[in-house]
């Protein structure tokens, strides 16, 4: 009943479609559940140590 | 609140790769400059072995890719890594092991490549000595990192330590898997797989050097050094995080874009493309990450040289980022591939993303280093207009020239024939484009020159601080409850190197092993037997040469190319080609099926002097072919090592092979000496030439009707 369904499809190409989706969805909902202090902390991670004087002059 | 604890940086490790990258960046570019001058002005080859385009062309690309840039890479890793771990490195020992074992490796490419000892895989060309050192100072690398991690201060590892992971585990993988190949002697051997598995192996390798060797150490120092020189966070931190796990799952599976067309089953090629089309997607989100950072701070890139060096650099990436995936769609790639395209897009890569991005960072990291300023800002900024402008004159006329030579192959006239029938005709149009490219390439080197001085200059007025002193709280971890699963992979080293390891292994395997172990993806062609043994030894004289640079062997189903060169190639053709020579530029036409198409006195007159045969070529002349005998020392072993990775070559050919070789050799010169007058045939006979005719003889005619 189902054969034709699946006849003449680039399974390849939509297998890609499926799995780019999914780790897209699965990388955002992951990020997206952290919290706001916890990013800010990350990003600031590079700005710690006080090592900024003038570039040059 | 823990113990606060002293400990120092090491800079001495930094110093040496900032320095070894700098002065082998310059190595690079002039060799570049070099071989891009012999392309328009052939004399330059002089007839001599070593400095032909096609053994230089491989010490330019790995010049580039692994010292210029792997050294800028580790430079600037060891620096941010202990800074962002808040620790000195693991190991002093392990860092000298891998500084002076990579600086081994490179010297060992500048003698061996332009002696013509290669393997001929594009960018992993060394040989399996050197490859072996290679995973020495790669292993010495990846300890002392681990190491690091695992004496870190710093609870939580910052975005830029995971790209940097994914590049030590991830290049490992690539190395051992595009190297697997069983020695014949000390400076020969051949690859595991053969034919098109070979090729998928190695553009699965080769796109994925330029995505975890060119790029993902790159976004790690981005991450790192353009929030230190801007001087304010990155403008997204949850953002970095998707560009991280989407782009290293993303990349590994785009190789096969570099064999569309090719022989390669279809399916693969559709993943390959798919996969780079999706590409698009994080490598923009990383760019504009990285433009965003800027935020507020735009006016300082008019003042500040290092933010323009940053700037141009995330752009070039922006634009090769775009580029590539719209390379990867067939119709486009019908167009640039084999041509100056793929260079000018490939260039702006590397001169762009990786030359600007280390030019910035070590105009920031020098003056820190030295505990000084830097010595002069405007010689930055002249080096940055320079360097600018080089790379504008070095891809702008290479893409005239690509589009130009590509319509010009596929051309026809009215009555159906091809326009230019002539290969040298399309050659000759793009000249004036070749000779505007070196003129970039010496824009590019004198503001690389002009940078290397600055930077001396900073480093003589200042003096070295070889361990800078750091304070930072002992490592005191306290888990919060219900944390997240990756909030806790951000602070354990191994469990994140697995996943990693994971993410980059799903793409490759899904490719590979199917082609490899399902027998239909290499249809068996009956009529396609092995190489003769004086094939085989002209095949390994044409791999020394570097033709593959010049010259590809696969012509594609098109009728522009079937019109020109002949019937397209098939994957059965390929299976006993050790290694696989399908090339990826065409400055020369394809020579899959050359054999038998000009009389073997036209190939002795081409490689004698190419401009015998036709006089607007560029081809270096090859008179050392006529000079050298032919060694046949390594002939029984190589007949034995290839019949163990599946050659059907019957039992005892390596005896019989010496007689074999002399009657083959017998009738070549026969028909030469028929043709061309004062040759002495016994002299003849024992000359590299003749293999090399007996190579070029019988490329392509296995299928052809006798």
Redesign the interface.
């Known amino acids: 009943m189902f054969k034709g369904l699946f006849n003449g499809y680039n399974w390849a190409g939509i297998v890609s479609l499926l799995i780019f989706f999914s780790v897209f969805v699965i990388a955002t909902v992951m990020v997206m559940m952290r919290k706001k202090s916890d990013i800010d902390y990350m990003a600031n991670l590079p700005l710690e140590d006080d090592d900024n004087p003038e570039n040059s002059k | 609140m823990a113990q606060i604890e002293k400990f120092e940086y090491d800079n001495t490790i930094v110093r040496n790769f900032a320095v070894a990258s700098i002065i082998f960046g310059i190595v690079a570019f002039t060799v570049g400059l070099w071989i891009a001058l012999e392309l328009v002005f052939p004399g330059l080859n002089g007839g001599i072995s070593w400095n032909s385009f096609g053994r230089l062309r491989p010490l330019h690309t790995n010049a580039a890719i692994f010292a210029f840039v792997g050294n800028a890479i580790f430079a600037g890793v060891y620096y ?1 890594t202990q ?2 771990l808040k620790a000195r490195m693991y190991s002093s020992i392990l860092s000298k092991i891998h500084f002076w074992g990579w600086q081994l490796v490179i010297v060992g490419a500048a003698i061996t490549l332009p002696l013509g000892f290669t393997s001929s895989h594009e960018y992993a060309e060394l040989e399996w000595p050197i490859d072996v050192l290679i995973t020495i100072a790669w292993v010495a690398f990846g300890a002392n990192m681990v190491g690091t991690m695992i004496k870190r201060r ?1 609870s ?1 590892f ?3 330590i995971w790209f940097y992971i994914s590049t030590f585990i991830t290049v490992a993988v690539l190395h051992l898997g595009n190297n697997l190949e069983v020695p014949v002697t000390f400076w020969k051997s051949y690859p595991v797989f053969a034919g098109i598995q070979d090729a998928l192996l190695q553009w699965w390798y080769g796109h994925n050097a330029v995505a975890f060797f060119l790029t993902t150490p790159y976004l790690g120092l981005m ?2 050094y353009l ?3 801007a ?4 403008y997204s ?2 953002l970095s ?2 560009h991280f ?2 782009l290293i ?2 990349y590994i ?1 785009a190789g096969p874009h570099h064999l569309l067309y090719s022989a390669l089953p279809d ?1 693969t090629q ?2 390959g493309t ?2 780079s089309v ?1 590409l698009i ?1 994080p490598s923009w989100g990383g760019m504009l990450n990285g433009l965003l950072t800027l935020r507020g701070a735009w006016d300082r890139v008019r003042e ?3 933010l323009k060096f940053m700037v141009v650099a995330v752009t070039a990436y922006g634009m090769s980022t775009f580029e590539g995936p719209m390379l990867s769609i067939k119709s486009v790639n019908a167009i640039a591939h084999f041509t100056d395209w793929i260079p000018a897009h490939v260039h702006i890569g590397t001169l762009g993303w990786n030359g600007f991005l280390t030019f910035g960072m070590f ?2 990291m020098f ?2 280093l030295f505990g000084t ?2 010595y ?2 405007k010689l ?1 900024n002249i080096h940055f207009w320079i360097g600018t402008l080089g790379i504008l004159f070095w891809v702008v006329p290479m893409y005239f020239a690509g589009w130009t030579q590509s319509l010009m192959w596929k051309d026809f006239t009215p009555e159906g024939l091809l326009k230019y029938g002539n290969f040298v005709t399309t050659l000759q149009s793009i000249k004036p484009m070749l000779a505007l490219r070196a003129f970039g390439g010496s824009l590019y080197l004198t503001g690389a020159l002009i940078g290397f001085f600055n930077l001396m200059k900073t480093a003589q007025q200042g003096k070295l601080i070889r361990n800078e002193a ?1 304070e930072a709280p002992a490592l005191h971890i306290v888990p919060e409850p219900n944390e ?4 806790k992979l ?1 602070r354990k080293p191994v469990p994140l190197l697995i996943w990693a390891l994971i993410a980059i292994l799903v793409g490759g395997a899904v490719e590979f092993f199917p082609m490899t172990f399902m027998k239909s993806s290499v249809p068996k062609i009956e009529s396609v037997k092995p190489y003769t043994a004086l094939e085989l030894q002209g095949r390994d004289i044409y791999i020394r040469e570097g033709c593959v640079s010049c010259h590809s062997q696969e012509v594609r189903p098109f009728r522009s190319e079937t019109v020109r060169y002949g019937e397209y190639s098939k994957a059965g053709e390929y299976i006993y080609d050790r290694p696989f020579l399908w090339g990826s530029k065409r400055t020369g036409p394809d020579l899959h099926r050359v054999g038998g198409k000009y009389r073997d006195s036209w190939h002795y007159n081409h490689m004698l002097n190419p401009q015998n045969t036709e006089k607007e070529s560029i081809m270096p002349p090859y008179p050392w072919l006529f000079k050298n005998n032919l060694d046949n020392s390594s002939i029984a072993a190589k007949i034995r090592v290839l019949r163990k990775l599946g050659t059907p070559y019957p039992a005892g050919y390596e005896e019989k092979a010496p007689a074999e070789m002399a009657a083959q050799a017998d009738k070549i010169v026969k028909s030469l000496a028929s043709d061309i007058k004062d040759l002495n045939p016994d002299e003849l006979k024992k000359k590299e030439i003749v293999a090399l005719i007996a190579y070029l003889q019988r490329l392509g005619t296995d299928i052809k009707a006798k």
């Open positions: 941010s800074r962002l710093e939580h910052y975005v830029a991450y790192y929030p230190k020189a001087n304010r966070p990155v931190y949850r995080i998707i796990w989407t799952f993303i599976w399916w559709s993943l798919v996969f999706m997607a500040d040289p290092i105009y920031w003056p820190r300023t830097l002069s800002k930055a750091a997240s699963v990756h909030r951000e």
